[in-house]
C-alpha cells in the first residue's frame, strides 16, 4: 500500500512536471518571438526554392539550419521558463504522453521534422510574398481570394 502511495505521488509529480513543460511549449510556439524568429528564417530562404519535384541539394542544407534553429530556440525558452529543464527527460517522457498533448501542437511539433511540409511551407511563403510585392494582398470572402 505504501508503494501504491510512492508511485502514485511520483506519477502526480511527473504529471505536474509534464504539464508545465507543454503549457511552456505552447507559449513559446504560439508567441511572438518564435513567429519573428520564423518569419526571419522564412525571408531569408524562401527565394532559393522552387514549386517542382525536383529538390536540390541546397534544400537539405537549409531544412538542417531549420530544424537546429527551432530545436536550439525551444530548448533555449523552455529553460529559461523551468528551472532544471532537461530537454532530454522531457524527449524521454513524450512517447508515453503523446495522448495527452492537443492534436495542434503534436502536428506542429511533427511538421518541424518534416521535410515536404517545410518545403510547402517556404513555397507558401514565397509566394505570399510575391503576392504582398504584386498588390495582391489576399482580399478573400469566406476565405477564397479575389481574381
Given at each position: 500500500m505504501a508503494e501504491d502511495v510512492l508511485a502514485a505521488g511520483r506519477s502526480s509529480a511527473e504529471d505536474g512536471k509534464f504539464d508545465t513543460i507543454i503549457g511552456h511549449l505552447e507559449d513559446i510556439l504560439i508567441g511572438s518571438e518564435f513567429q519573428t524568429l520564423l518569419d526571419h528564417?522564412?525571408?531569408?530562404?524562401?527565394?532559393?526554392?522552387?514549386?517542382?519535384?525536383?529538390?536540390?541539394?541546397?534544400?537539405?542544407?537549409?531544412?538542417?539550419?531549420?530544424?537546429?534553429?527551432i530545436e536550439a530556440f525551444i530548448d533555449r525558452a523552455l529553460q529559461a521558463r523551468i528551472r532544471g529543464f532537461r530537454m532530454a527527460d522531457f524527449l524521454k517522457m513524450l512517447p508515453a504522453r503523446?495522448?495527452?498533448?492537443s492534436e495542434e501542437i503534436m502536428d506542429l511539433l511533427h511538421s518541424f521534422g518534416d521535410f515536404l511540409t517545410f518545403k510547402e511551407?517556404?513555397?507558401?511563403?514565397?509566394?505570399?510574398?510575391?503576392?504582398a510585392a504584386a498588390g495582391d494582398f489576399g482580399l478573400s470572402l469566406v476565405g477564397q481570394p479575389f481574381h
Open positions: 528564417f522564412m525571408s531569408q530562404y524562401a527565394g532559393e526554392f522552387e514549386d517542382s519535384e525536383e529538390n536540390k541539394f541546397i534544400y537539405t542544407d537549409i531544412f538542417k539550419k531549420y530544424t537546429t534553429m503523446a495522448g495527452q498533448i511551407a517556404m513555397l507558401d511563403y514565397k509566394k505570399s510574398r510575391a503576392a
